[in-house]
């Protein structure tokens, strides 16, 4: 039944009159593999569709200009036994979105997506633990890997001149060591898109678990007339003898950050409040 309301969705999606003659409609950035992927969430408009293996990420890529060498590189040498957790969410726009100019849509997701101090707090579900945990404790910006003094996120007026942005930044979790990561956003004509990898090992305790470089994460946003269509990928590479620990409820995490970017855009105006699923074995 889910599968057969969401074709139906994705068939009126096409037929919905565009909110702008400049942005693209869903279904024309939507490769069959998103179209026949295990749907989990569906709400208001709202879809959320998922995908998980091992190896390179990719299965959930919108066919779009430019979003094949938006990720391609970044994602090349991850080896085949990597973790891989996919998400692919089509969140509705508000009325105020459809008035939107396509610069004014694109400063509002670089003000979220350079937010990272709001990371700070976010809950997810622990597998493990059988309840909501924090998932970060501490989420800012710092200076190097060695020099990790607090700095300021920019603020929105920062922002407005710049398409690119490349800055480290220091997380912790209550699981694992602190680390810090590499950020790369960066504003393409149709697109936007947010890359980041650990810039120092994740530890359990003393003991390295992932080294630098082996955990990325990826999210690839397209305005589209009915909302926004959002891509997200989670790539961990684990030492063999800590696999199933890091591996534990990554794709919760993945959704808490999910999460996070709808609450963020529903609170910039673009999306609807959507409240996505807090763990996947819901659905």
Sequence with gaps: MLKKSLFLMLILCSLIPAFSENLPGYASVLSPAIVSARGVFENNGSVLKVDRGYGVTGRLLPAFSGAQNAFGSFFTHVDERAFRFEAIAMLPGTRDYS???????????????????????????????????????????????????KQPDPSAIDLRTGKAWEFLAYQKDLTFSGLVVRYRIRQEQDFMVMMNENATQLKLALLPVVAAGNMKNGILIIPCAEGLLVYFTASIQAFDFAANRVFESTENKSLAVLRWFADKAAAQGLIQNIELPMKLNEF
């Design 99 to 149: 008035a939107l100019s396509r610069a004014e849509i694109f400063s509002r997701l670089a003000f979220i997506l350079n937010s990272v101090q709001s990371l700070e707090g976010i809950r997810y579900w622990s597998e493990s633990r059988k309840k909501t945990r924090t998932l970060f404790a501490d989420y800012y910006r710092v200076v190097s890997p060695e020099d990790r003094t």
